[in-house]
């Protein structure tokens, strides 16, 4: 199994990439996210999930391993496949997508483009435990995670790239945890 692929980036849509390393060409289908990451570089590690089905071989790629993860998640519900999983993720940030799923808003998962009340239910039910315990890539400390998800998801919001955003948060809730979310973008936005 491929767990990442080094390379430089040949060409570039908001749907895939191809990396070339060793001389070979890999086409990598991405989110919206991994595509803004990837935007104005000439080098990039991505990592991969391969989806090995009886008529295709497909790799997608992510700027992170959280990413991945969540994604890994979303395949493993019933009625969401990759595709699905990809609009997803390219409709939210990770931060604002593990908010949604342990709050429980089901609205915001039906904006999604072919996102019914359903699967949006099944999507929250069957991933509320998983993303919780998948916090590792957001946050480590003993903070309030939807404080934390929804400050970084306002901090991504204001145009602030996430791991920075994470890691101001991260430090300002080590230093004040009882911050409100106002304090904590307020604070961020001195450091970053």
Known sequence: MIDYIKGEITELTPASVTLETGGIGYFISISL?????LEHKKNEKLF???SIREDAHQLFGFINKQERDLFIYLISVSG???STARMI?????IPELELVISTGNVDMLKTVKGIGLKTAQRI???LKDKIKVSGEGSLDTGISSETASESIAALVMLGFAQVPSQK?????LKEKPDSSIEQIIKAALKIL
Request: no cysteine; net charge negative; aromatic share 4%.
């Open 33 to 37: 996210n991994t595509y803004s990451a």
């Open 124 to 126: 929250i039910v069957d």
């Open 89 to 93: 993720l390219s409709s939210m940030t």
């Open 168 to 172: 101001a948060v991260a430090r300002i």
């Open 48 to 50: 991969i999930h391969e």
């Open 80 to 82: 969401i496949g990759a």
